[in-house]
Protein backbone atom coordinates (compact mmCIF):
# COMPACT_ATOMS: atom_id res chain seq x y z
CA UNK A 1 0.00 0.00 0.00
CA UNK A 2 1.43 3.50 -0.79
CA UNK A 3 1.50 6.19 0.96
CA UNK A 4 0.49 10.28 -0.26
CA UNK A 5 4.36 11.07 0.02
CA UNK A 6 5.80 8.34 -1.50
CA UNK A 7 6.93 10.26 -4.12
CA UNK A 8 8.14 12.82 -2.37
CA UNK A 9 11.11 10.24 -1.92
CA UNK A 10 13.98 10.27 -3.98
CA UNK A 11 14.15 6.55 -5.17
CA UNK A 12 10.51 6.23 -5.37
CA UNK A 13 9.46 4.08 -8.31
CA UNK A 14 6.39 4.56 -10.89
CA UNK A 15 5.33 1.25 -9.30
CA UNK A 16 5.25 2.12 -5.59
CA UNK A 17 3.75 5.47 -5.86
CA UNK A 18 0.96 3.53 -8.22
CA UNK A 19 1.22 6.14 -10.55
CA UNK A 20 2.37 5.11 -14.14
CA UNK A 21 5.28 6.51 -15.80
CA UNK A 22 3.88 8.93 -17.86
CA UNK A 23 1.82 10.53 -15.04
CA UNK A 24 4.38 10.73 -12.49
CA UNK A 25 5.20 13.64 -10.94
CA UNK A 26 8.17 15.06 -9.55
CA UNK A 27 9.65 14.83 -6.36
CA UNK A 28 10.18 17.54 -3.48
CA UNK A 29 13.22 18.58 -4.43
CA UNK A 30 12.76 19.13 -8.22
CA UNK A 31 9.55 20.79 -7.39
CA UNK A 32 11.32 23.25 -4.90
CA UNK A 33 14.15 23.70 -7.32
CA UNK A 34 11.83 24.45 -10.74
CA UNK A 35 10.20 26.96 -8.05
CA UNK A 36 13.43 28.65 -7.29
CA UNK A 37 14.07 28.56 -10.84
CA UNK A 38 10.58 30.31 -11.58
CA UNK A 39 9.65 27.63 -13.04
CA UNK A 40 6.48 25.37 -13.05
CA UNK A 41 6.17 22.89 -10.09
CA UNK A 42 4.41 20.93 -11.90
CA UNK A 43 5.98 20.52 -15.78
CA UNK A 44 9.20 22.94 -15.24
CA UNK A 45 8.03 25.68 -18.02
CA UNK A 46 8.67 29.07 -17.78
CA UNK A 47 6.77 31.88 -18.78
CA UNK A 48 5.05 32.15 -15.96
CA UNK A 49 5.12 35.58 -15.43
CA UNK A 50 3.46 38.61 -17.82
CA UNK A 51 6.28 40.56 -16.32
CA UNK A 52 7.93 40.93 -13.52
CA UNK A 53 5.58 41.61 -10.64
CA UNK A 54 2.60 39.86 -12.37
CA UNK A 55 2.36 35.96 -12.52
CA UNK A 56 -0.27 34.40 -14.70
CA UNK A 57 -2.81 32.66 -13.25
CA UNK A 58 -2.24 29.46 -14.95
CA UNK A 59 0.95 27.69 -16.73
CA UNK A 60 0.92 27.83 -19.96
CA UNK A 61 2.09 24.59 -20.62
CA UNK A 62 0.18 22.05 -18.19
CA UNK A 63 -2.84 24.18 -16.72
CA UNK A 64 -1.66 24.19 -12.91
CA UNK A 65 -3.37 26.88 -11.00
CA UNK A 66 -0.51 28.91 -9.66
CA UNK A 67 -2.43 30.78 -7.32
CA UNK A 68 -5.25 28.92 -5.62
CA UNK A 69 -7.15 31.27 -3.47
CA UNK A 70 -7.69 35.09 -2.48
CA UNK A 71 -4.78 35.62 -0.21
CA UNK A 72 -2.51 32.92 -1.16
CA UNK A 73 -0.04 35.62 -2.18
CA UNK A 74 0.75 35.54 1.62
CA UNK A 75 2.95 33.32 1.93
CA UNK A 76 4.71 34.65 -0.99
CA UNK A 77 5.40 37.68 0.89
CA UNK A 78 6.40 36.06 3.93
CA UNK A 79 9.07 34.45 1.77
CA UNK A 80 9.95 37.80 0.55
CA UNK A 81 10.53 39.38 4.24
CA UNK A 82 12.43 35.91 5.29
CA UNK A 83 14.65 36.12 2.48
CA UNK A 84 14.82 40.10 2.58
CA UNK A 85 16.02 39.76 6.68
CA UNK A 86 18.27 37.20 5.92
CA UNK A 87 20.15 38.83 3.75
CA UNK A 88 20.33 42.14 5.48
CA UNK A 89 21.36 40.10 8.28
CA UNK A 90 24.10 38.59 6.21
CA UNK A 91 25.19 41.88 5.51
CA UNK A 92 25.20 43.56 8.69
CA UNK A 93 27.60 41.02 10.20
CA UNK A 94 30.36 41.36 7.48
CA UNK A 95 29.96 44.99 7.53
CA UNK A 96 30.42 45.08 11.37
CA UNK A 97 33.33 42.12 11.46
CA UNK A 98 34.96 44.35 8.38
CA UNK A 99 34.57 47.62 10.35
CA UNK A 100 34.38 47.30 14.01
CA UNK A 101 35.76 49.43 16.25
CA UNK A 102 35.26 52.15 14.08
CA UNK A 103 31.19 51.80 13.18
CA UNK A 104 30.25 54.21 10.29
CA UNK A 105 26.39 54.15 11.23
CA UNK A 106 25.14 56.59 8.33
CA UNK A 107 26.83 54.64 5.57
CA UNK A 108 25.61 51.05 7.36
CA UNK A 109 21.96 52.90 7.41
CA UNK A 110 21.84 53.76 3.88
CA UNK A 111 23.21 50.53 3.14
CA UNK A 112 20.29 48.64 5.17
CA UNK A 113 17.74 50.87 3.34
CA UNK A 114 18.85 49.92 0.26
CA UNK A 115 18.50 46.59 1.03
CA UNK A 116 15.34 46.85 2.62
CA UNK A 117 13.80 48.57 -0.76
CA UNK A 118 15.52 46.43 -3.60
CA UNK A 119 16.08 43.41 -2.46
CA UNK A 120 12.16 42.15 -2.29
CA UNK A 121 11.77 44.04 -5.73
CA UNK A 122 14.23 41.30 -6.96
CA UNK A 123 13.11 38.33 -4.92
CA UNK A 124 9.24 39.32 -5.49
CA UNK A 125 9.05 36.43 -8.85
CA UNK A 126 11.22 34.03 -7.16
CA UNK A 127 8.78 33.94 -3.86
CA UNK A 128 5.96 33.67 -5.95
CA UNK A 129 7.32 30.76 -8.01
CA UNK A 130 8.58 28.96 -4.70
CA UNK A 131 5.38 29.43 -2.95
CA UNK A 132 3.50 27.70 -5.83
CA UNK A 133 6.10 25.13 -5.45
CA UNK A 134 5.24 24.40 -1.40
CA UNK A 135 1.35 24.62 -2.62
CA UNK A 136 1.81 21.95 -5.23
CA UNK A 137 3.36 19.98 -2.69
CA UNK A 138 0.86 20.15 -0.48
CA UNK A 139 -2.29 20.00 -2.49
CA UNK A 140 -1.16 17.17 -5.22
CA UNK A 141 -1.61 14.69 -2.27
CA UNK A 142 -5.57 15.37 -2.80
CA UNK A 143 -7.50 13.23 -4.22
CA UNK A 144 -9.39 16.34 -6.09
CA UNK A 145 -6.22 17.55 -7.07
CA UNK A 146 -5.84 14.75 -10.25
CA UNK A 147 -7.49 16.65 -12.88
CA UNK A 148 -7.45 20.41 -13.53
CA UNK A 149 -11.08 20.36 -13.34
CA UNK A 150 -11.32 19.04 -9.89
CA UNK A 151 -8.08 21.37 -8.88
CA UNK A 152 -10.19 24.31 -9.56
CA UNK A 153 -13.39 22.48 -7.24
CA UNK A 154 -10.89 21.90 -4.34
CA UNK A 155 -11.05 23.33 -1.00
CA UNK A 156 -8.75 26.58 -1.08
CA UNK A 157 -9.89 27.44 -4.66
CA UNK A 158 -13.32 29.16 -3.03
CA UNK A 159 -15.52 26.76 -6.35
CA UNK A 160 -14.20 29.28 -8.94
CA UNK A 161 -12.20 27.93 -11.88
Not at 22 to 38: C, I, M, S, Y
Not at 79 to 103: E, K, R, S
Not at 134 to 141: A, C, G, K, P, S
Amino acid sequence: MSGPWDDLEQGATPERSGTPPDHRTPGGFTVLLRGATRRCPRCGSGRLFSSWFKIRERCPRCGLRLEREEGGFLGAMTLNYLFTAFVWLIVLVGWLVLDLPDLHVPALTITSIAIAAFVPLVFWPFSKTIWASVDFLIYRTSPDYGSREAADRSSGNGGRS
